[in-house]
């Protein structure tokens, strides 16, 4: 285990809630949180503190997953609800979530930073007082011309190519947030940036 034994961890994957937006490109996050609840048996189905989440254990201590469900532009009033009541410091909260400066299929894990003018992150960021969290970045490719606005393409869905690419680095970015508990974010990084099958 990276942190101390026995430490409580949240990773919440961001989203919208709705059918009409399961396959989008925003809903990155949403999709992978799904996969590693799957891996750890884990399903995501209490709903309190605006969002959707479960609890197990892992390396001896909590871990919470959470897909927040006030829309992607609330998403920090979720996490600070669930970080602040089970008493989760930012440093123990990854966030997985798309990035269209990415290609789909490549992932990009940092400790910290700005919004980088994702909406999701924003909020995180206000509502929790700072930006030094882990984030695991899901690329899901920039817009198909630079006239288009960028909410239709967020919004927008996957191509087929795009869809084989995402769906590989969803499950390598589940693989990478539960490494950033083992073994650290350096590691991860290391391990899991710019990674692509």
Not at 139 to 162: C, M, N, R, T
């Amino acid at each position: 285990m990276f942190g101390k034994k026995g430490e409580s961890w949240l990773i919440v994957g961001l989203g919208n809630p709705g059918r009409e937006y399961e396959k989008t490109r925003h809903n990155a996050g949403f999709r992978a949180i799904d996969l590693l609840a799957e891996k750890l048996g884990c399903k995501i189905d209490r709903l309190k503190f605006q969002g959707l989440y479960c609890q197990t254990n892992y390396g001896g201590g909590k871990l919470f997953l959470l897909k927040p469900q006030t829309y992607m532009n609330l998403s920090g009033r979720s996490v600070l609800q669930l970080s602040a009541y089970f008493n989760i410091p930012p440093q123990n909260i990854i966030v997985l979530f798309d990035d269209i400066s990415l290609p789909p299929g490549r992932l990009r894990i940092r400790s910290d930073g700005s919004a980088g003018g994702h909406n999701g992150i924003k909020s995180i960021i206000a509502e929790i007082g700072t930006q030094d969290f882990p984030r695991v970045k899901i690329g899901v490719g920039g817009k198909a011309h630079p006239d288009q606005d960028l909410a239709d393409h967020v919004l927008s869905g996957f191509s087929a190519s795009e869809e084989k690419a995402l769906v590989s680095a969803l499950e390598r970015a589940a693989d990478a947030a539960l490494t950033v508990i083992d073994k650290g974010v350096p590691e991860a990084a290391n391990r899991f940036n710019g990674s692509q099958p």
